[in-house]
């Protein structure tokens, strides 16, 4: 049972334009959550994160939202470039962080 | 260097063979994960490490997969009569623990493909 979705695999985005990207989860003790970006042939890197206590998390061009009454996340990236072009990872964790709960991925192409 | 190093980067073995993948996460990361993420999957939970507390080993998918971890730090994954089905990326990650929500910092993962 997959407790944290990303339902969209793909996205296409204009360069300049904001790319939205969506994750659900179904565990309400979830506490943490965090943006994972992965090129091609390298591990995952960090993006951004936030703590269930804010709905909202800004690192210049990345801002993380939260939703807990609906269980929902979503990553935006204004304005996207090409160099943002890889597949983005959310992930949760309960308060303890012994585990985290990754999504399947979206693969963001932004065109030049 | 300063991130989580994996080795092999690649290992292409016959079907039937142990492999043994490693693990050297960042100085001073007391935490330890292992994932696996399969063609077109997301990443899939193998096991946790966290000090000397024992090891959380409920994502080990059979009793043919292992893992240790010596002296808090090198960690091995070993995979004992390996199937086609365990064809995928390897990825380790480590987090430091104690202060604050910290992340988890990936290697770049170890190719296995058997034949």
């Known amino acids: 049972d997959q407790q944290v979705k990303q339902n969209s695999p793909s996205l296409s985005v204009q360069e300049g334009r904001i790319s939205i990207l969506n994750c659900d989860y179904t565990n309400s003790m979830f506490d943490y959550f965090l943006w994972y970006k992965k090129y091609p042939a390298e591990g995952p890197t960090f993006l951004i994160s936030i703590s269930s206590i804010k709905d909202k998390n800004e690192d210049g061009r990345f801002t993380v939202f939260l939703n807990k009454s609906a269980k929902h996340l979503s990553l935006h990236i204004v304005p996207s470039q090409p160099g943002d072009s890889a597949v983005y990872f959310c992930a949760a964790s309960a308060w303890d962080f012994n585990k985290f709960y990754f999504g399947s991925g979206t693969k963001l192409n932004v065109k030049p | 260097g300063a991130g989580v190093s994996q080795s092999p980067s690649n290992k292409v073995t016959e079907k039937g063979k142990d492999v043994e993948l490693r693990c050297d996460p960042i100085s001073g990361h007391t935490a330890l994960y292992w994932y696996r993420q399969s063609l077109g999957q997301g990443l899939e939970f193998l096991i946790y490490?966290?000090?000397?507390?024992?090891?959380?080993k409920s994502g080990l998918p059979s009793d043919r997969f292992s893992a240790e971890r010596t002296g808090g730090s090198v960690s091995t994954l070993t995979i004992q009569r390996t199937q086609q089905e365990d064809s995928a990326v390897y990825l380790c990650?480590?987090?430091?623990?104690?202060?604050?929500?910290?992340?988890?910092?990936f290697g770049d993962g170890t190719r296995l493909s058997i034949l």
């Open positions: 490490f966290q000090g000397n507390s024992a090891p959380d």
């Open positions: 990650a480590s987090r430091k623990v104690g202060d604050g929500n910290q992340p988890q910092h």
